[in-house]
């Protein structure tokens, strides 16, 4: 929490002397949404009047790994592919939109419909990444969403800086690459580091022997992992293993 920080630690971070002091906020409350070992998200929380009490924060922790679980429910619905163009926004530092392609405006109304908000508010997944833009080293920022009609896009933010006073925030929105949506779904079926070193080599077209030479174990080992993959997958063969997790979120 921000009022855990001493004001000398403060009084140094430019996320709070720049972008949470100047926008009202008093208390900043960070929670990671784990779910069977497995981190589907972050959730954070702002004050402007008061700081978070205890009572809250406990409240949070026993939430949030409820939360975590519906995350991963959601980020494993069945999402329709489409040919997808990419969408740019350009924001002001105050997060004001001041430019855009017509793509990228009905994407902004997309996600605002998805998140239940009615006007021009701007919508929250925007807001979180402008501000982890803002506060990043390398004025950069990358995030991943399931959206209905439109599967998993991802949302690649940067400054775009002409000097020190004068900057924008640019934004792009495109369909989420295949290594992102494989790594969703070894989340989603909480399969093992070996498991998912395995899985890699599946994907690749490696044969059971193959896997076996490069990853320094058995046949049989091998085979004892496939196992243990397909039970937790719920398929029977590679091809249905394949397609599962990684083909049908790919071809539109």
Not at 33 to 56: D, R
Not at 148 to 166: H, M, P
Not at 177 to 199: G, H, M, V, W
Not at 215 to 226: I, K, N
């Amino acid at each position: 929490m921000l009022s855990e920080q001493k004001e000398e630690q403060l009084k140094k971070s430019y996320r709070y002397t720049s972008i949470l002091k100047p926008a009202g906020f008093k208390d900043e409350l960070h929670a990671v949404l784990v779910y069977k070992n497995q981190c589907f998200g972050y959730l954070t929380l702002f004050k402007k009047e008061e700081h978070f009490q205890s009572e809250e924060k406990k409240l949070i922790e026993n939430l949030s790994s409820s939360i975590g679980r519906g995350l991963q429910t959601f980020y494993h619905l069945f999402l329709e592919p489409v040919p997808l163009q990419p969408k740019m926004l350009l924001f002001s530092p105050d997060l004001k939109l001041i430019s855009y392609t017509k793509t990228g405006i009905k994407m902004l109304d997309a996600l605002r419909a998805s998140e239940s908000l009615e006007g021009d508010k701007l919508q929250k997944s925007i807001q979180a990444l402008c501000y982890r833009t803002l506060g990043s080293e390398e004025g950069s920022a990358h995030t991943l969403l399931a959206l209905q009609k439109y599967g998993f896009l991802t949302l690649s933010s940067f400054l775009l800086i002409k000097d020190k006073e004068d900057f924008n925030i640019a934004i792009n929105i495109a369909q989420a690459s295949p290594t992102d949506i494989l790594t969703i779904n070894k989340k989603y079926y909480n399969l093992s580091k070996r498991e998912s070193n395995i899985l890699d080599y599946l994907i690749k077209g490696s044969s059971t022997k193959e896997i076996a030479n490069d990853l320094f174990l058995s046949p049989y080992t091998v085979q004892d992992h496939l196992k243990s993959i397909f039970l937790k997958t719920g398929v029977s063969t590679r091809r249905e293993l394949v397609f599962k997790l990684f083909t049908r979120y790919t071809i539109p």
